[in-house]
């Protein structure tokens, strides 16, 4: 599924300066995987997430990324999502005046346009968008408001889980998706997002939390640092670090790497 | 495709994808280059008009004359040449005016056609059964070329043609009424209307009458060097009802080219006006700010009668300079004024547009609805009014003005002046300036819409609550248009 390779990425700075975020990182996920990420503020986490979906000002200056062979840093972000690469913001965007009917629509049109098949009409977005909404157990009301505009903390993060479905991705990638909600709201967008596991689409979950792997219960746990992955373990690695706190668990592993 | 075709095509795709840019070949009869007063008689004469209206026009020239040029608008341009336009041009073949739209050439059939405006009747009707019909009046330069469904309009006693045939048909109509909201004197750009004004649509909705479909007037200004001066004068008698829409578009020509407009709008006693504008004229060029349309127009309409209406919604997205200002008098008691508009402006446009709603009579109303989206280098500023005279007792005014920046080379303004005179009203302004963010930006784009289409959708989200005003058959081609402007307005 997806293949990083000796990542190394700049972030441009206010004042114009290129500072390195991602120091030479390796991660390999296969289908039907769900991978952690986790490590303190500061580590490139959501750098990360920005480079593997494309966003402008956040330039990769070494190694490879591939989605299924295909070398997503030559795509723009529309394309790599055409390919199947999902972000589920940490704060999702507000668009005032846009209703979310209208964006889904547009969203998902652009990808079936992108993917050469054909555009769905109001009739079939409509099916759509209340199927998924029904499997979600998500109101009819959110759709007749505008993109995330007065949305609760749990809505817009109810909001992604909902796009994620409506576009089916190969690869998703929710970044820090448990912040700012309620131990209620976390379960309900688990369980979003554990129904739409399956054995052909993988997730990359960033937290700083192992409270929401246990409801997202990944196959392999990273730990991050300085812009590198620095250990991979089961999920027990994700309990080991939420008993120590990252500063001596970081201090232990570069003790034992020293011995 | 030949070497030089597929420059052309480029430049146009380049130049911010104008499509209606094309020029129609066609044999023209212009009268002499430059204003005079024969230049005048000569319109007079070939539109063999009454000594009345002669009159008139060469009282307007000459007070044109005198007159300064409007000078508080936030636009910078070289002064306008007068004597270096033409002030009448119009095709040869509508020398003697066709009897039945078969024998107009079909050349100006296929400018029209072209532009997505079928003049036909039953071409027309023909697959849009679930659509009423637009009835159209066709300007072409200083001409009408024709007006569809005069017959069926007929039935319910309304007239509507164009404004040089009622001069001879109805010159009760036209003597009592034109020049009653926007006398000569008003400014410069009015008063040379006034004095060269070509052709336009006259409507009149008789009492009590709903009028059955939607009116429309489609300005066309197709020769080089050539002024349009249109000018168009709606009647609402009392109780009646009308929605009027008229769109416009220019060729590519590298000059800057002159329009300046006449619109009169006058709601009796429980009549009600709903006038739509979509103006597309030629922007300029995208990249150097040459050529375009000067577009100073006066549009005013009077609520004359008690609980009469009249609501001005406007698309503005071409000319190189807008300086417009539909307005209402509320003169009647309860009658109602509304203003909803969309600007966009790109590449080195100048746009300076807003309203003027004065209010006069008792519990008179008004609302103003403004968005202003500003892209490339150009400048966009709302500039509007509201004023109360002391006998409008309860009078209440709601303006909103919303700016949207895109891109950090472009200007927003907004210039309300408030003057009330009586301390019974009501007046409420809010306003804000955005910009488009990285942020939604990239949101759109993560969920596979391109940025352009992003673009689109942000602004036509940001200007709904004025699209949403316009007719049915308006709004899917405003949305487009909204699109279409904003073009290469993001690197």
Not at chain 1, 27 to 45: D, F, T, Y
Not at chain 2, 36 to 51: L, Y
Not at chain 2, 144 to 167: C, D, R
Request: contains cysteine.
């Amino acid at each position: 599924m997806i293949n990083i390779n000796n990542l190394h990425a700049c972030v441009e700075t206010a004042d114009g300066e290129a500072k390195e975020i991602i120091k030479g990182l390796n991660l390999e996920i296969k289908s039907g995987e769900v991978h952690a990420i986790m490590g303190p503020n500061g580590v490139g986490k959501s750098t990360l997430s920005y480079v593997l979906s494309g966003r402008d000002g956040y330039n990769v200056t070494d190694g490879s990324v591939e989605l299924d062979g295909v070398d997503l840093l030559k795509l723009n972000p529309e394309e790599r999502a055409a390919l199947g690469v999902f972000l589920a913001f940490q704060y999702p965007v507000e668009i005032p005046g846009v209703n979310m009917n209208v964006f889904l629509k547009a969203a998902v049109n652009a990808l079936r346009k992108q993917r050469g098949e054909n555009e769905l009409d109001a009739l079939g977005m409509l099916k759509l968008i209340k199927g998924k909404s029904k499997e979600l157990g998500i109101s009819d009301d959110m759709m007749r408001r505008t993109v995330n505009v007065g949305f609760s903390g749990g809505e817009k993060k109810r909001n992604e889980i909902l796009q994620m479905a409506m576009l089916e991705p190969k690869f998703c990638i929710l970044d820090e998706t448990d912040s700012g909600l309620d131990i209620d709201a976390i379960k309900v967008v688990a369980d979003g997002v554990n129904k739409l596991r399956s054995p052909d689409r993988s997730f990359l979950v960033i937290t700083h939390y192992q409270r929401l792997l246990d409801y997202i219960k990944p196959d392999i746990v990273h730990v991050m640092a300085d812009g590198k992955i620095v250990k991979t373990g089961g999920p027990e690695l994700a309990l080991e670090l939420e008993e120590k706190g990252y500063a001596e668990f970081l201090k232990a592993e570069e003790q034992e790497k020293a011995a | 495709m030949a070497a030089t075709e597929k420059t052309i095509a480029q430049v146009e795709k380049l130049s911010g994808g104008y499509d209606a840019g094309f020029y129609t070949e066609i044999e023209s009869e212009k009268a002499p280059k430059g204003l005079n007063e024969d230049i005048i008689r000569f319109i007079s004469a070939k539109k063999k008009e009454p000594e009345w209206m002669l009159e008139r026009r060469l009282k307007a020239y000459y007070h044109w004359l005198k007159m300064p040029e409007p000078d508080w608008a936030k636009v910078k341009f070289t002064p306008i040449d007068y004597q270096d336009a033409y002030y009448y041009a119009a095709p040869k073949s509508m020398e003697n005016a066709p009897d039945t739209i078969d024998d107009v050439d079909p050349k100006l059939l296929d400018t029209y056609e072209k532009l997505g405006i079928p003049l036909r009747e039953q071409e027309m009707l023909s697959g849009v059964k679930n659509r009423s019909a637009v009835a159209v009046d066709a300007v072409f330069d200083s001409i009408s070329v024709a007006t569809t469904f005069k017959k069926e309009l007929k039935k319910y006693g309304i007239i509507f043609s164009s404004l040089s045939e009622a001069i001879q048909n109805h010159p009760e109509l036209v003597k009592k009424y034109m020049g009653s909201v926007v006398p000569y004197s008003d400014n410069k750009h009015a008063c040379l209307n006034s004095a060269v004004f070509t052709d336009g649509s006259f409507v009149y909705v008789p009492e009590g009458v709903r009028c059955p479909m939607e009116l429309s007037t489609y300005f066309r200004i197709n020769e080089m060097n050539t002024g349009q001066f249109e000018r168009t004068l709606i009647i609402a008698d009392k109780g009646s009802y009308v929605s009027y829409l008229e769109g416009c578009t220019a060729p590519m020509h590298d000059e800057r080219q002159l329009h300046a407009a006449i619109v009169e709008v006058i709601a009796h006693e429980d009549a009600e006006v709903k006038y739509s504008t979509v103006q597309n004229w030629y922007p300029g060029d995208f990249n150097t700010g040459a050529g375009g349309i000067y577009n100073f127009v006066t549009k005013r309409g009077l609520c004359e009668g008690r609980n009469s209406k009249i609501s001005w919604t406007q698309v503005e997205t071409g000319s190189a300079i807008t300086w417009k200002y539909p307005s209402c008098i509320l003169k009647g008691d309860n009658s109602q004024g509304e203003f909803y508009s969309v600007a966009i402006t790109n590449g080195y446009q100048q746009a300076d547009t807003g309203t003027k709603m004065i209010h006069i009579g008792k519990n008179t109303k008004s609302r103003i609805i403004s968005k202003g989206i500003s892209a490339g280098h150009s400048d966009n500023t709302y500039r509007g009014v509201v004023k109360v005279m002391p006998g409008a007792e309860n009078a209440r005014n709601f303006t909103v003005c919303d700016s949207l920046l895109i891109g950090n080379d472009c200007g927003a303004h907004t210039v309300p002046y408030v003057e009330s005179r009586n301390n019974t009203a009501t007046l409420g302004h809010e306003a804000t300036t955005s910009k488009i963010s990285e942020d939604q930006l990239f949101y759109c784009m993560q969920r596979g819409i391109s940025k352009e289409e992003a673009i689109a959708l942000i602004v036509n989200g940001f200007a709904k609550e004025v699209l949403q005003h316009l007719p049915m058959e308006f709004a899917v081609e405003a949305q487009k248009l909204v699109a279409i402007s904003l073009e290469g307005s993001i690197g």
